[in-house]
């Protein structure tokens, strides 16, 4: 067989493999640079995978040549491309921009475990995106997580540790229940295929025990998405990550969580429950909103950066899950769409922390006071990601709000409240942001926080890391201008999901 | 009958919220990463469990044409990569437990968060 047709498993072995030649690799440098190349490589795929899923095809492949039903199978959709998409880009920028600060923030003997790790993550949350087999997800879910808790706890500060303790037992408590969910639902049906699995869910005569699957399955996955009431791991592990980490997992982790979520309740659970659809909209909306809401409402009076930016993301999340509680074309579109461009946002915004962080040790607001003023490019790339998280129009936050916007209203009267809670949401993400970004541009430096540099000898960072950064904000304006793409992968997306939705 | 026929569902049950009481009741890391073991173990014997078929042995093939019941070997082999997670899971835990024994020298939850709140 040619390499060709090995393509779609390509995703998660080319990190894999080169996770534990990056563990061997010395000097240091070399270890950054296969890591760097590997990732790379497995955006590349990922971007001739999401080409060849633009017609709305689906690219199946039998790991190890066992025919779908009984081996395990990657099915490469469009929404698991624009995941895939999603992650191994968030990887690449961030490990190119995160070189120096890593170096400086963790211990030269252990940067090749690291970067090792940081490839673990890599290769695990593609597999979550691409496989089509239920117990499939719950191994690299795990292979994912227990990478993240090492690259967290990775850095020098040691609140970190605390803060992965925290996020190790939550995460498993999800997983956990994930697997209980699946457990019930093969009890039921005989198999871990998603496909296979929403086949024969139809004949069941009891399916007391698929509910009970349903309720383990939508809460272990909220508890690993952070959707609130379930985030209390987020904010922290966030905040004490070292930066590159942060910026990477903040623009994927927790949307590959969604991803599953999604094709859980959408393909196997809403053609085979009776009325769970209204079961999935009663659970998520409400909780959507309170996110929105209780995210956006911490946001504003948060101190540290990164904390606020991760409660945020808890309010960005609510937004997702807002849009596919509608269980429409509409709300499931605007839903994947926001995956795409807050990933985008949130991603940008954290990889200027990154930047930022080559002069700032601490990131308490009064710290970045006057920072305009040295790094003005950083800070511009950062006004221009906060401006699309906020959705002003010509950034890609923009889009993504509009077509929610527009779901929203398709809700009959219940629409105005759900548009007056994305509004006001969108006003509350003005306010917090605007509290970083109108001292960094025109306060004077606080001349007794003890993060800020000293003032004559900073200037803008590295100019590797400066393009990285403004590349990412870049991104923000042309997906504003130009969303063909992403939309059209989050159509068939959409189209896809709710093919088996009565 | 019916209810002690199910008594394997009852232990998962029992096992599980035992681990998740220890989880959220304990303050030592230790303790909770024990409580997480014994909720994870619950699992693998709910998955233990509904593999065994009545009357079924194992399935070993040694005459092809006896019509045998054979329970099913899947569950089993789908527990052992769990039971190989768990062991990750709390061999990490454990790890994190060494290093923030050095960084804060206590492992106990109410006495780091006070640590914590004061720098």
Redesign the interface.
Known sequence: MSLEAHIPALPVIVPLLAAPIAAYLRPRHLAWAAATLASIASFAIAVLLALATRDGSIHRYAMGGWPAPFGIELAIDSLGALVLLIITGASTLAIIAGRETIERDIEPHRQPLFYAAWLMVVAGLAGIAITGDA?NV??FM?ISS?AT??VI?AGSD??A??A??KY??MG??G??FY??GV?FV??MT?T?NFADMQARLADIPYVAPVHLAAAFIIVGLALKAAVFPLHAWLPNAYAHAPHAVTAFIAACSTKVTILVLLRFDFVVFMGNIAEHATQFALFVMPLALLGILFGSGVAIFETNVKRLLGYSSIAQLGYILLGASFVDRAGLLASVLHIFNHALAKGALFLAIVALGHHLTRFEIRDLHGIGRRMPWTLGAFSIAALSLVGVPGTAGFISKWYLIVAAFGQGSLGLVLVGVIVASSLMAVVYLWRILEPAWFAAADPVAAGAADDKRVGEAPVGVLAVVLLAAALNVWFGLVPAFPLELAGHAADELLRHVP | MEILGLYNYWVFGALLMIGFFALIARQNLVKKLLGLSIFQSAVFLLYISLAKVEGGTAPIILDPTAAEIFSNPLPQVLILTAIVVGISTTALGLAIVVRIREAYDTIEDDEIRRLDRRS
């Open positions: 117990f719950f191994v795990e227990l808790y090492v706890a040691r609140q540790l605390t992965v303790f190790l037992i498993t408590i997983a956990t697997l209980i457990g093969y009890m005989g871990l």
